[in-house]
């Protein structure tokens, strides 16, 4: 027999971050894979993921105080490791100002961690971009584990980073994920800590104008043909990927997979469905881009879009869905007799 979940924050603990966030103007969305389009009414683009990764820490540590049945202890205080990239810590401490948290200058203070790990040949840190985690998880060795400082890694490609000019730097850029997992797993396993959550977000470089006319057109070649091989045609071809992601102590509830009761990082039936509610009508169902303009399904006159691209790109799934009732939906697909 399933064990019950663990019990979510309530409503009255949460609605304080939520409206911090809608302040923001930044809705939350329970995925993995975020848009740069979601952000784009926030104050800069990695201010508002700042908001909604902030969010979730927020959400996490509700629900493990209203489990443990703790006051609603302050966990709120922000280090911010940029390792030499400032642009990394000026977005991040606006996200703070905007939720709530308090920005220190002691990383052995703080309770959540920023760190920005640059990809190996874009490196401008001397020391180990790895210190400040290794020295604050010696620091808090002997603090029960459930309260142990938590880390968010920005990994690799950022949007901050110059474009590379070459095939030579682009091939570099794109092994730097793996050197960076290779670098890091060992250290993190000989902390015994664990990825919580992972984001993969999606971003244009600005930089991108720089690039040779020459180098743009061969890129601009070898991703065509890629992307047609998948049937992607169509797609911006200038979109890049960061890599955001949770770390916490392997033994922490904050380290329990989805399905495992114990844990508190799944999130609540209640927040995801104030959400739902609080997007219905202004976002994108397809791209969630936020959107005064949005064009109905002129079938179902429910499915919201913001252009005849995110319709149609919607329409695999949506027609599944299109005109039937949530009772229809949910209703079991016996063949009948």
């Known amino acids: 027999m399933t064990e019950p979940a663990a019990p979510a924050a309530p409503s009255s603990a949460m609605q304080p971050w939520r409206e911090r966030l809608l302040n923001a103007?930044?809705?939350?969305?329970?995925?993995?894979?975020?848009?740069?389009?979601?952000?784009?009414?926030?104050?800069?683009?990695i201010t508002g993921i700042g908001c909604r990764?902030?969010?979730?820490?927020?959400?996490?540590?509700?629900?493990?105080?209203?489990?443990?049945?703790?006051?609603?202890?302050?966990?709120?205080?922000?280090?911010?490791?940029s390792n030499g990239f400032p642009e990394f810590s000026e977005r991040l401490r606006q996200s703070c100002d905007l939720m709530g948290y308090d920005t220190v200058q002691n990383a052995l203070e703080a309770d959540l961690i920023f760190v920005y790990v640059a990809p190996p040949a874009e490196q401008r840190s001397e020391e180990s971009q790895y210190e400040t985690f290794q020295q604050v998880v010696e620091h808090s060795a002997a603090q029960?584990?459930?309260?142990?400082?938590?880390?968010?890694f920005l990994l690799g490609d950022a949007d901050f980073l110059a474009l590379p000019k070459?095939?030579?730097?682009?091939?570099?850029?794109?092994?730097?994920?793996?050197?960076?997992?290779?670098?890091?797993?060992?250290?993190a396993r000989e902390a015994n800590y664990g990825s919580v959550a992972q984001f993969a977000v999606e971003f244009v470089p600005s930089s991108a104008a720089n690039l040779s006319k020459?180098?743009?057109?061969?890129?601009?070649?070898?991703?065509?043909?890629?992307?047609?091989r998948f049937g992607c045609v169509g797609q911006n071809l200038m979109h890049h990927t960061e890599k955001w992601e949770f770390y916490a102590p392997c033994e922490s509830v904050f380290c329990h997979g989805e399905d495992d009761p114990n844990g508190v990082?799944?999130?609540?039936e209640d927040d995801t469905m104030f959400w739902f509610q609080e997007t219905k009508g202004k976002t994108c169902d397809q791209c969630h881009v936020p959107s005064e303009k949005l064009q109905r399904c002129a079938r179902c006159r429910d499915a919201l879009y913001c252009?005849?691209?995110?319709?149609?790109?919607?329409?695999?799934?949506?027609?599944?869905?299109?005109?039937?009732?949530?009772?229809?939906?949910?209703?079991?697909?016996?063949?009948t007799t």
């Not at 049945?69 to 205080?77: A, Q, V």
């Not at 990082?265 to 609540?268: A, D, L, R």
Request: proline content about 3%.
């Open 25 to 45: 103007n930044v809705f939350m969305r329970y995925d993995y894979a975020w848009k740069e389009a979601e952000f784009q009414q926030a104050e800069h683009r």
């Open 307 to 335: 252009s005849r691209e995110c319709q149609k790109e919607a329409w695999k799934l949506h027609k599944q869905l299109c005109g039937k009732t949530t009772e229809q939906i949910c209703a079991p697909n016996d063949a």
């Open 166 to 187: 070459t095939e030579e730097e682009e091939n570099l850029r794109g092994l730097s994920d793996f050197a960076i997992s290779q670098e890091f797993a060992p250290i």
């Open 214 to 228: 020459e180098f743009q057109e061969k890129k601009d070649r070898k991703l065509e043909n890629l992307m047609s």
């Open 144 to 152: 029960e584990v459930d309260f142990k400082p938590m880390f968010c």
């Open 265 to 268: 990082t799944h999130p609540s």
């Open 53 to 81: 990764l902030l969010y979730l820490h927020a959400s996490w540590v509700e629900t493990f105080n209203h489990t443990r049945k703790l006051d609603s202890s302050s966990r709120t205080k922000v280090f911010l490791e």
